[in-house]
């Protein structure tokens, strides 16, 4: 296929496909100008039983290039845009309704004649067409910023479509109103009124044609700036089959420079019938054992001259369906050349690809492993030469196929894995093998009796798992003792956290070690301990000090059937007896209890005091007191003979030094009045006298 050839379905299929995906979601009218005149037309313009030559432009570089209008209300779905502005005026919205460019370049003569007038911007592209077929035909539209305010007025923007050549007089318009011989222009075809800014109709002005023109500006269009156009016209001229025409598109203002026009050429729509190129056409590639004969046949259309070249060295076969020996293995490339000898059309090529199949196959493959314990993976590729099919087989009962294969295996074991290449042509095989020895994980674990309690703690700890051949335990309980066994007892003495360990060693493993810790909270065990004394009056209540070490919560048991949970309790007891008072220290679960006698007697009731003392300083008999049993509360006063308190005293410890007022008292009888609560409540009074000697 010639190079051009690939470079128009480039342009053809891909480019729009390309401007469909980046540029339709704007739903306008597209237009560029980065392809030159030579590509537009070549690319673009060309239809079938078409081909130009000698392209040409002239014209302002900005006046020409291609437009997409699959998403506009053109009516073409894309192709060229000629004007005499910029072609990046034309899209939509229709929001200006006096859109134009002024390029400052000359008009054209063939023009001004269609006109009427001397026309200016011109954009003219020119070129030399040979036609296979005897007619050609352009679908277009011609718009224009002069509608629908200037229609029938002093400006006649107009398009032309000129032809020359072989059987055609002089340069002939082709671009007429259908039926006619009327070109395309403001006053000939429009919206068949008089334009509202016209002052004086152009004499020469044509309303009839309305129904070829679409009206954009009311309502404003949306995805195309000139305020109208035409309906999509089609140019047709009568030619002679390979003969060379020269062909000239060109627009231009008439009038003025003012406002804008456009002529949208659709793409590949510039075609002439009854083309004739030859098709060479061969069906799919052949495949043999060498040496073998195959038949070609040939699909060609619209030929009657073949050139086979087989691409083994052999001579040149002009037959239609040839048949050929491949007598040696390899890949050849088979050549058709297809043509007409009676036409102006061109020939075409076609290939199919031929293979001659040795037989010979070699297995081999390429592995990438992943993983060495608890599973191994492999990603496999075939490197197998001669071979056409693919299949795996893994051992475990797994297979595959493929040039590429991979496979997991999760089981401790051993395995071969095969790759077996085929030969389809020759039905040869050949298998390639790999050993895979997957070896178990060793896991340590420790399975113990519980994890925590009080001290001193007794537990066991096992491994749980089933030992083999092997293998080996160390134990280190974190208490100072070790062990080999699998289960052991373990003492921990004092409170504290501690993490014993296993070590399991295997050397037929595939890790060889593995570790596991195990923590034991041992927790403080509370010591329970109280004092109180040993025999205590059954009047008094009893004081209990908590001697206790650890302990954070109590529960004390009186003996007598009451209890207490304070820390510090007193407690009265109603008779007397030995009592066995416990009392229990908790901390979190654990827990000590400590148990003692108590002795609780009857204290009698009895007040006394003496009937003399001798305050003298030698340290015998020199202060007066007051004894009592059982008494809560004391009061004793002593009086002189005339009745004088001499001293007075709510302590049941005080005692009287035999002054008064800071002196010596003076030799004689006191009188004494004693009032005492005692401690079950009763009250009680006791008068005497107390004789004071020196």
Same mark, same amino acid.
């Given at each position: ?33 980065? *392809? ?8 673009? !313009? ?200 020269? !062909? ?8 003025? #420079? ?58 040149? #076969? ?60 492999? #990603? ?104 080999? !066994? ?104 654990? *827990? ?25 300083? #030698? ?76």
């Amino acid at each position: 296929m010639p190079i051009y050839s690939f470079m128009k379905l480039f342009l053809r299929t891909l480019l729009p496909l390309l401007v469909f995906l980046s540029l339709r979601c704007s739903a306008q009218l597209i237009v560029n100008n980065t *392809l030159s005149p030579q590509q537009l037309v070549q690319t673009i !313009l060309m239809g079938q039983g078409t081909t130009a030559s000698n392209i040409t432009y002239t014209g302002d570089s900005t006046a020409i290039g291609w437009f997409d209008g699959y998403f506009s209300n053109i009516g073409l779905v894309g192709g060229i845009l000629l004007c005499t502005g910029n072609i990046s005026s034309a899209p939509g919205p229709n929001n200006s309704g006096n859109e134009g460019t002024q390029n400052l370049t000359p008009g054209d003569t063939l023009l001004s004649q269609l006109s009427g007038f001397a026309t200016h911007d011109a954009a003219v592209l020119e070129f030399d067409l040979q036609p296979q077929g005897d007619t050609i035909r352009l679908r277009f539209v011609f718009a224009s910023e002069e509608y629908n305010e200037y229609a029938c007025g002093t400006v006649n923007d107009v398009f032309g479509f000129f032809i020359s050549g072989p059987g055609i007089v002089g340069e002939q318009n082709i671009a007429l109103i259908p039926g006619t011989n009327i070109p395309v222009s403001i006053n000939t075809l429009n919206n068949g009124s008089i334009g509202s800014s016209v002052g004086s109709p152009d004499p020469n002005c044509i309303l009839s044609y309305s129904g070829y023109f679409v009206d954009n500006d009311n309502p404003p269009g949306t995805t195309v700036q000139y305020d109208g156009f035409t309906t999509v016209l089609t140019a047709m001229a009568v030619v002679s089959p390979c003969q060379t025409y020269h !062909l000239k598109f060109a627009i231009a203002d008439g009038g003025d #420079d003012v406002y804008d026009s456009g002529v949208f050429l659709e793409t590949e729509s510039f075609t002439s019938n009854n083309y004739v190129n030859s098709v060479a056409s061969l069906p799919s590639g052949s495949t043999g054992c060498a040496p073998f004969t195959t038949v070609f046949q040939n699909n060609s259309t619209g030929s009657n001259s073949f050139r086979w070249n087989f691409g083994d060295g052999s001579p040149v #076969d002009s037959s239609a369906n040839p048949s050929h020996t491949f007598v040696n293995p390899g890949t050849y490339a088979v050549q058709l050349i297809a043509m007409d000898t009676g036409s102006c059309g061109s020939p075409d090529t076609a290939y199919i690809n031929v293979y001659a199949d040795s037989g010979l196959v070699s297995a081999s493959f390429n592995s990438v492993q992943f993983g060495q314990c608890d599973s191994i993976h492999f #990603d496999n590729s075939s490197s197998s030469r001669g071979a056409h099919l693919f299949s795996w087989n893994y051992g475990d009962g797994t297979t595959g196929s493929g040039i590429f294969s991979s496979h997991t295996y999760v089981n401790p074991g051993n395995y071969t894995m095969a790759h077996i290449a085929t030969d389809t042509v020759c039905h040869t095989t050949d298998t390639a093998f790999r050993d895979v020895t997957l070896l178990p994980r060793i896991h340590a674990a420790i399975q113990a009796s519980s994890d925590e309690g009080c001290e001193p703690l007794d537990l066991t700890m096992c491994y749980p798992d089933s030992i083999r051949t092997g293998m080996h335990l160390y134990w280190d309980f974190a208490n100072g003792e070790f062990s080999g !066994l699998v289960c052991d007892s373990v003492h921990y003495s004092s409170a504290g956290n501690y993490r014993a360990r296993l070590i399991v060693t295997d050397s037929l493993s595939c890790n060889f070690a593995d570790t596991a810790w195990f923590d034991v909270n041992v927790k403080i065990t509370p010591e329970a301990e109280f004092e109180v004394a040993d025999k205590v009056n059954i009047i008094y209540p009893v004081l209990f000090e908590n001697t206790s070490v650890n302990g954070s919560l109590f529960e004390w048991s009186f003996g007598d059937g009451d209890s207490s949970s304070q820390v510090y309790p007193i407690h009265t007891y109603l008779d007397t007896g030995y009592y066995k008072v416990c009392l229990t220290a908790f901390r979190d679960e654990c *827990l000590d209890t400590t148990c003692h006698d108590v002795a609780i007697f009857q204290v009698p009731k009895n007040i006394w005091f003496p009937a003399a003392f001798t305050p003298n300083g #030698d340290g015998r008999n020199d202060f007066f007191a007051v004894e009592a049993m059982g008494v809560a509360s004391l009061k004793v006063r002593i009086l002189n003979r005339w009745g004088e308190l001499v001293f007075e005293s709510t302590d049941g410890n005080a005692t009287w030094d035999g002054t008064w007022k800071g002196t010596p008292a003076i030799i004689g009888v006191y009188a004494i009045a004693v009032e005492a609560v005692f401690l079950d409540g009763e009250e009680s009074k006791k008068y005497g006298s107390i004789t004071l000697y020196r």
